[in-house]
């Protein structure tokens, strides 16, 4: 890259298609003296991360969710600025005001929205309770729901938040996901329903898919999503893991952009013991529902972490 920049040229080796070449060639130009500038902060630190080349008076992006796996890895990259979240926002409007550093918990923005809660218990029921401000409990999980100018009345907006504290009467609020069917670590925003179509999609050939399977996220420097399935006579396994894969990014553009960027690594297969995960549902039917209709089966985990009791102890076989 340094030389490219001192040059005004651009590496022989990248992987740029040939048009795309031929449209940046003209936009480049030497410059050797921030060349110069680059090469020597490398051979004095070793490396070239932001902290190396800017002077960060503090950082500004969302510390809650799966957000949070990351922070342990910016100081390497950023160094000790200060994190400031920026908040719940979107589209709908603001949610929240952060006032402290390297923590996802704001303000409920009063001023500016009218807020109710949904219980997260409760969350997808016929008949939920709806709470107002002054009724939440601190610590209690709760599912937003807002009213505001622009014309949205008692609108779901499918954002699971933590009530952490009170800032004088107004609740204090930490957005932890998007619903119970979402998982998303790098943006993707998969949806039990993509899941799903995608292994009807590997199977559309007629042989038989799996008739149950769990797609869990995986946290690591490369996250990526691990695919439980049963051995089975009657299922083929064999390169499942890419043909998943390639399903999910044929149906989910943001998977694909993900995908195609190596913000995700690819789909890992897990084998499970034929009838696992018959006896888990029986076992999860019996510990959380009244009546086996409340059950249904979760295609998608939405956290890192809830597949402990699915953790391997056969191979694992990546795409």
């Known amino acids: ?21 031929r449209a940046v060639a003209p936009r480049i130009s030497a410059d050797p003296a921030t060349a110069k500038r680059l090469e020597h902060i490398v051979s004095r630190t070793g490396t070239m991360y932001p902290k190396d080349y800017w002077k960060l008076g503090f950082r500004a992006h969302w510390t ?38 390297h923590t996802a918990t704001g303000i409920l923005a009063v001023t500016s929205q009218f807020f109710e809660f949904i219980p997260a218990n409760e969350y997808g029921s016929n008949s939920p309770t709806v709470l107002r401000s002054h009724e939440v409990t601190t610590g209690e999980e709760y599912f937003l729901v807002l009213t505001n100018h622009s014309g949205l009345y008692r609108y779901d907006m499918g954002d ?18 998007r619903d119970a ?9 998969l949806t039990e329903d993509q899941v799903v ?6 199977f559309a050939n007629g042989k038989p898919p799996p008739g149950l399977f769990v ?34 990014c044929d149906i989910s553009v943001e998977y694909a952009s993900k995908r195609q ?17 018959s006896e888990r549902e029986k076992r999860l039917r019996r510990m959380r529902s009244k009546t086996a209709e409340q059950f249904k089966h979760q295609y998608l985990l939405p956290k890192p972490g809830m597949d402990g009791e699915l953790s391997p102890t056969l191979s694992a076989h990546p795409s």
């Open 197 to 202: 179509s995608a292994m009807q999609r590997v």
């Open 261 to 277: 960027t190596l913000r995700l690594d690819g789909v890992e297969l897990v084998e499970l013991p034929d009838g696992f995960l």
């Open 160 to 177: 699971r938040v933590r009530i952490t504290e009170r800032h004088g009467e107004a609740p204090m609020i930490e957005f932890l996901s």
């Open 215 to 248: 797609l869990s996220p995986q946290f690591k420097e490369v996250p990526r999503y691990r695919l439980y399935v049963e051995r089975s006579s009657t299922v083929e396994l064999d390169g499942l893991a890419g043909r998943y894969d390639g399903a999910l």
């Open 181 to 189: 069917h979402t998982a998303s670590m790098t943006g993707e925003k």
């Open 64 to 101: 809650g969710g799966t957000m949070g796996l990351y922070e342990q890895q910016f100081p390497k990259m950023f160094g000790d600025a200060p994190a400031r979240d920026i908040g719940l926002i979107a589209s709908e409007g603001r949610m929240s005001i952060p006032i402290s550093d």
């Open 1 to 21: 890259m340094i030389r490219d920049i001192h040059d005004g040229t651009l590496w022989s080796e990248l992987a740029i298609a040939e048009d795309i070449r």
